[in-house]
């Protein structure tokens, strides 16, 4: 429906009046009233009113409360084209409207041309490190708080000397006296260089942004200005505004990796919040992220495998709008299925989420009995095996790190 943003909602309640339900967000959510107005007012603000698009019952399961699927149509003229406006639109008051889950948003190509989406995307992220055909590897320092400098430039060498790709800050590391953030880039582009001298490899170090939002688009260009290549925020702490407007801006000139920090307060849920396909998935990238991180679905922090199939076609994948030009403009984010990844798990990660991805692990590096180094090279030998097709438990011997990594950790099969 082109000029209405289509919201779909689960809803759980007893008394099972659905039809009711919806017909009350839609005028509750949008002119607020409806059925006593005179006809001339009904007329006037018949263009902002929400519309019940479709409302699907569920059959009830034993001991679970009724639900259903409730789609409504909000007019675009009612609100602004920027994600916060949406969703208090959407959800803002309802979301505290007893059992009521955001599933999804549908947007027209009007409210997409507001949006030019993630400025790198998965294109320009692998054009900047040179690498086309196989998923990339990022790593995070482990640990960094209470750090100096020195050390933490020796474990940024370790990382990019072991074949890593891509080295990101912890989502807790802030401004600090030991690791000052224009101290903290320098000594990573030094150690950065001496792997890359090595190896012949170029890694990009997301760095995270962190202070008062007021400052966050300044420190955002001096960095850029200082030779930042990447940068790490935490989007929902700061907003989804806050991200689209560092995407947007023509001098912050480097790839934004959005980090899912509070999503769990958010999407866990069966019964409130945002489902997480949504929160960090399509929201995401529609504010910019060219990478989006999100918990696995068998590691130490698992989120539902479905939601994370969801997170990444998302991501890489069309809108759902007839439009060929949203398609073609918004650029694909990079899914970062994260938290207890090691070499063990990389068969699982390439079956479910192919080449067009980003292997992520911390302990699965540092961790490595041999070392970062080794733990790196362990990592992008199991992507050597599974970008080749080979048989990966046959060719495991034939690798010496990614041998002490499975003896380590294991090999992790799919539970059939």
């Given at each position: 429906?082109?000029?209405?943003?289509?919201?779909?909602?689960?809803?759980?309640?007893?008394?099972a009046q659905f039809h009711k339900k919806a017909e009350g967000i839609a005028v509750g959510m949008t002119v607020g009233s409806?059925?006593?107005?005179?006809?001339?007012?009904?007329?006037?603000?018949?263009?902002?009113?929400?519309?019940?698009?479709?409302?699907?019952?569920?059959?009830?399961?034993?001991?679970?409360?009724p639900s259903a699927m409730i789609q409504i149509a909000y007019p675009e003229i009612n609100f602004s084209n920027d994600i916060?406006?949406?969703?208090?639109?959407?959800?803002?008051?309802?979301?505290?409207?007893?059992?009521?889950?955001?599933?999804?948003?549908?947007?027209?190509?009007?409210?997409?041309?507001?949006?030019?989406?993630?400025?790198?995307?998965?294109?320009?992220?692998?054009?900047?490190?040179?690498?086309?055909?196989?998923?990339?590897?990022?790593?995070?320092?482990?640990?960094?708080?209470?750090?100096?400098?020195?050390?933490?430039?020796?474990?940024?060498?370790?990382?990019?000397?072991?074949?890593?790709?891509?080295?990101?800050?912890?989502?807790?590391?802030?401004?600090?006296?030991?690791?000052?953030?224009?101290?903290?880039?320098?000594?990573?582009?030094?150690?950065?260089?001496?792997?890359?001298?090595?190896?012949?490899?170029?890694?990009?170090?997301?760095?995270?942004?962190?202070?008062?939002?007021?400052?966050?688009v300044d420190k955002a260009k001096r960095a850029v200005e200082l030779g930042a290549n990447a940068l790490l925020f935490n989007?929902?702490?700061?907003?989804?505004?806050?991200?689209?407007?560092?995407?947007?801006?023509?001098?912050?000139?480097?790839?934004?990796?959005?980090?899912?920090?509070?999503?769990?307060?958010?999407?866990?849920?069966?019964?409130?919040?945002?489902?997480?396909?949504?929160?960090?998935?399509?929201?995401?990238?529609?504010?910019?992220?060219?990478?989006?991180?999100?918990?696995?679905?068998?590691?130490?922090?698992?989120?539902?495998?479905?939601?994370?199939?969801?997170?990444?076609?998302?991501?890489?994948?069309?809108?759902?709008?007839?439009?060929?030009?949203?398609?073609?403009?918004?650029?694909?984010?990079?899914?970062?299925?994260?938290?207890?990844?090691?070499?063990?798990?990389?068969?699982?990660?390439?079956?479910?989420?192919?080449?067009?991805?980003?292997?992520?692990?911390?302990?699965?590096?540092?961790?490595?009995?041999?070392?970062?180094?080794?733990?790196?090279?362990?990592?992008?030998?199991?992507?050597?095996?599974?970008?080749?097709?080979?048989?990966?438990?046959?060719?495991?011997?034939?690798?010496?790190?990614?041998?002490?990594?499975?003896?380590?950790?294991?090999?992790?099969?799919?539970?059939?």
């Open positions: 429906m082109n000029g209405y943003v289509i919201a779909t909602y689960l809803v759980h309640d007893s008394k409806w059925t006593e107005l005179p006809q001339a007012k009904k007329e006037k603000l018949q263009k902002h009113l929400g519309q019940v698009v479709s409302v699907t019952e569920h059959e009830p399961k034993e001991g679970e409360l916060p406006a949406l969703l208090v639109t959407v959800f803002g008051k309802i979301s505290m409207d007893g059992k009521i889950k955001l599933i999804d948003l549908e947007f027209s190509p009007s409210f997409l041309a507001s949006f030019p989406g993630p400025k790198f995307g998965i294109e320009g992220v692998r054009s900047l490190l040179g690498v086309q055909d196989r998923p990339l590897l990022m790593s995070i320092f482990k640990s960094c708080i209470g750090q100096d400098l020195e050390s933490l430039e020796e474990q940024f060498y370790q990382q990019a000397a072991g074949g890593v790709d891509i080295i990101k800050d912890d989502e807790i590391l802030f401004e600090n006296p030991l690791s000052p953030f224009e101290k903290r880039l320098e000594v990573a582009l030094r150690a950065a260089q001496r792997a890359s001298e090595e190896t012949g490899q170029k890694s990009l170090y997301a760095m995270n942004l962190t202070g008062p939002v007021t400052e966050l989007v929902l702490a700061y907003g989804y505004d806050a991200l689209h407007r560092l995407s947007a801006d023509p001098d912050i000139s480097v790839p934004i990796m959005a980090h899912p920090a509070l999503a769990g307060a958010i999407y866990p849920s069966p019964h409130q919040g945002i489902a997480a396909p949504l929160l960090l998935g399509k929201l995401m990238r529609l504010a910019g992220a060219d990478f989006v991180l999100f918990p696995s679905p068998y590691g130490s922090v698992a989120m539902d495998r479905e939601d994370t199939l969801a997170i990444a076609k998302h991501l890489r994948e069309g809108w759902n709008t007839d439009d060929q030009q949203a398609q073609q403009t918004i650029k694909a984010s990079f899914p970062v299925p994260s938290a207890g990844i090691h070499p063990g798990i990389t068969p699982l990660l390439y079956e479910d989420f192919g080449t067009e991805s980003i292997m992520n692990a911390g302990g699965g590096i540092h961790g490595h009995p041999q070392g970062a180094i080794a733990g790196g090279r362990a990592f992008r030998q199991a992507i050597s095996i599974l970008s080749s097709g080979n048989n990966f438990e046959q060719e495991i011997s034939s690798h010496t790190e990614l041998q002490t990594a499975i003896d380590t950790w294991g090999l992790s099969r799919r539970e059939r």
